[in-house]
T-cell receptor
């Protein structure tokens, strides 16, 4: 157990729908990072939050959004889902804003869009 | 733009047969190079950080090395439990997100 908790583990939904993925960072970590992993694209950085504020943005679609709450948990919202959004979504956490080292990853949420 | 490539894409070894995985990178200013191990359906697990050319890190049967353009992950006398996908990532001097390579899928047969 890495200490980073992601729920749900699996999610199956239809095209056009909206889902919310949840992440609780490791105790003491203030940064949360979201990554998407698909078979053809590998691990792609989506977005980072630090202590409730957005810090960095990667290849995140406009249909996707995220936030980090006062208790430091984070949610990734995916809307108007398309078949191509099917992927593993990982959350990672770290202590600081800029991480001079490795992240701690959660075990991921597998999203299947049908 | 930072880029990371890894080779081979997949590697099958017999138990005890040593080999190396390659990670080649292009980054404007390298802050760190990271190796992760990922088991199927699991999140990546941090292995090593390398910061400067010539640096080496070891953990059990794994040894990571770094040059100015690439890194190698050497696996000595591997066991079936070493089977996993090994990911390489680079971080630039701005210290924000990582850029991950596509990974090498390692299978060690008993």
């Amino acid at each position: 157990d890495s200490g980073v908790t992601q729920t749900p583990k699996h999610l199956i939904t239809a095209t056009g729908q909206r889902v919310t993925l949840r992440c609780s960072p490791r105790s003491g970590d203030l940064s949360v990072y979201w990554y998407q992993q698909s078979l053809d694209q590998g691990l792609q950085f989506l977005i980072q939050y630090y202590n409730g504020e957005e810090r960095a943005k990667g290849n995140i679609l406009e249909r996707f959004s995220a936030q980090q709450f006062p208790d430091l948990h984070s949610e990734l919202n995916l809307s108007s889902l398309e078949l191509g959004d099917s992927a593993l979504y990982f959350c990672a956490s770290s202590v600081g804003d800029k991480t001079w080292g490795g992240y701690t990853f959660g075990s991921g949420t597998r999203l299947t869009v049908v | 733009e930072d880029q990371v490539t890894q080779s081979p894409e997949a590697l099958r070894l017999q138990e005890g047969e040593s080999s190396s995985l390659n990670c080649s990178y292009t980054v404007s200013g390298l802050r760190g190079l990271f190796w992760y191990r990922q088991d199927p359906g699991k999140g990546p697990e941090f292995l090593f950080t390398l910061y400067s050319a010539g640096e080496e890190k070891e953990k059990e049967r794994l040894k990571a090395t770094l040059t100015k353009k690439e890194s190698f992950l050497h696996i000595t006398a591997p066991k079936p439990e070493d089977s996993a996908t090994y990911l390489c990532a680079v971080q630039d001097n701005y210290g924000q997100n990582f850029v991950f390579g596509p990974g090498t899928r390692l299978s060690v047969l008993p």
